[in-house]
């Protein structure tokens, strides 16, 4: 069974200041990755996904993560953050094989002006 | 698109009652998903339906039911409400029910349990 990690709760960071959300996840086999975001009242809108090929991905709001195998990561970052970006950030897997999707535990980025 | 809908946003129900939450996914989705949001567990899954089947089950009391019509709504019904059910209810639809299928979340259901 698949587990997924986010070491930070809570991730304060000034506005401009860059960002890094760490993820990460154990599988006994081949997973895919994503990144959801949640704001407040709101549902979960997927940020970005890693299926396969480049192991950088990219989300069109700047944001980006690097699948990193060898040590089961999937950390989110982005250079320079905005007060828009206050939310919180959920990471994910799911089996290559049929739609068992695990979440980690989720992380509150407030960015503070 | 109109993207996945949830109704009703928000309940209200007493100890004991029952529950029943709707969800439309989005035009041409076949896969219907539902999750429970708390603040101390996190996002649970809870059954996921793909042409009128379940296909798969988390770890919760019969208690949580579910069920998918063939237009791929999907609803999903809790009985004998106890207060630890409180929580925001999450649907989530895909094209299919592989792992590279993106889930596309409603806005969810908030239940609140006197």
């Known amino acids: 069974a698949q587990s997924v990690t986010q070491l930070d709760s809570q991730v304060p960071v000034f506005e401009e200041a860059p960002v890094e959300l760490r993820c990460n996840y154990s599988?006994?086999?081949?997973?895919?990755l994503f990144w959801y975001v949640q704001y407040p009242n709101q549902g979960l809108q997927l940020l970005l996904k890693?299926?396969?090929?480049?192991?950088l991905v990219e989300s069109i709001n700047g944001f980006e993560a690097e699948f990193n195998k060898s040590q089961t990561s999937f950390h989110l970052r982005k250079p320079s953050v905005h007060i828009s970006d206050t939310a919180e950030y959920f990471c994910?897997?799911?089996?290559?094989?049929?739609?068992?999707?695990?979440f980690g535990p989720g992380t509150r980025l407030s960015v503070l002006p | 698109k109109a993207g996945v809908t949830q109704t009703p946003r928000y309940l209200i129900k007493t100890r004991g009652q029952q529950v029943t939450l709707s969800c439309s996914p989005i035009?041409?989705?076949?896969?219907v998903s539902w999750y429970q949001q708390t603040p101390g567990q996190g996002l649970q899954f809870l059954f996921e339906?793909?042409?009128?089947?379940?296909?798969n089950k988390g770890n919760f009391p019969g208690r949580f039911s579910g069920r998918q019509f063939s237009n791929s709504r999907s609803e999903m019904n809790v009985s004998t409400l106890e207060l630890g059910d409180s929580a925001l209810y999450l649907c989530?639809?895909?094209?299919?029910?592989?792992?590279?299928?993106?889930?596309?979340f409603g806005p969810g259901t908030r239940l609140t349990v006197l």
């Open positions: 339906y793909f042409s009128e089947t379940q296909r």
């Open positions: 035009s041409g989705h076949r896969s």
């Open positions: 989530a639809s895909s094209l299919g029910t592989g792992g590279e299928d993106t889930q596309y």
């Open positions: 599988s006994s086999v081949s997973v895919y």
């Open positions: 994910a897997v799911s089996e290559l094989r049929g739609q068992n999707f695990v």
């Open positions: 890693y299926l396969s090929g480049s192991t």
